[in-house]
């Protein structure tokens, strides 16, 4: 079993930063790919960013690409997410979530086996 712990969220300016961190722990000797999803009110959870194991091979969805970073550090467990030139439109909740075997399709919520419980992020105007 795996739990994630997400966190790192809160309110910020339109234009700032913030980071958020998912530590993993539990049987996390080895899993393929870790990812970020989001889920705004009365939207459906939406891709953001992925990264595999070795860090070979990072996605974004277009939204982000060029403002957010998605890294690990796996003698930690942890995977974060550097958010920069912060939109309003990227208030959400942000969850993150385990990918245990190899397989394609890394932006699709339903190849990840297990989850976080999410952190809220506000962008305000």
């Known amino acids: 079993q795996v739990q994630l712990v997400e966190a790192g969220g809160g309110l910020v300016q339109a234009g700032g930063s913030l980071r958020l961190s998912c530590a993993a722990s539990?049987?996390?000797?080895?899993?393929?790919?870790m990812g970020w999803f989001r889920q705004a009110p009365g939207k459906e959870r939406e891709f953001v960013a992925a990264?595999?194991?070795?860090?070979?091979?990072?996605n974004y969805a277009d939204s982000v690409k060029g403002r957010f970073t998605i890294s690990r550090d796996n003698a930690k467990n942890t995977v974060y997410l550097q958010m920069n030139s912060l939109k309003p439109e990227d208030t959400a909740v942000y969850y993150c979530?385990?990918?245990?075997?190899?397989?394609?399709?890394?932006?699709?919520?339903?190849?990840?086996?297990?989850w976080g419980q999410g952190t809220q992020v506000t962008v305000s105007s």
């Open positions: 979530a385990l990918r245990r075997y190899f397989g394609p399709n890394l932006s699709l919520a339903q190849v990840y086996n297990y």
């Open positions: 539990g049987s996390t000797f080895s899993y393929y790919a």
């Open positions: 990264i595999t194991w070795s860090g070979s091979n990072t």
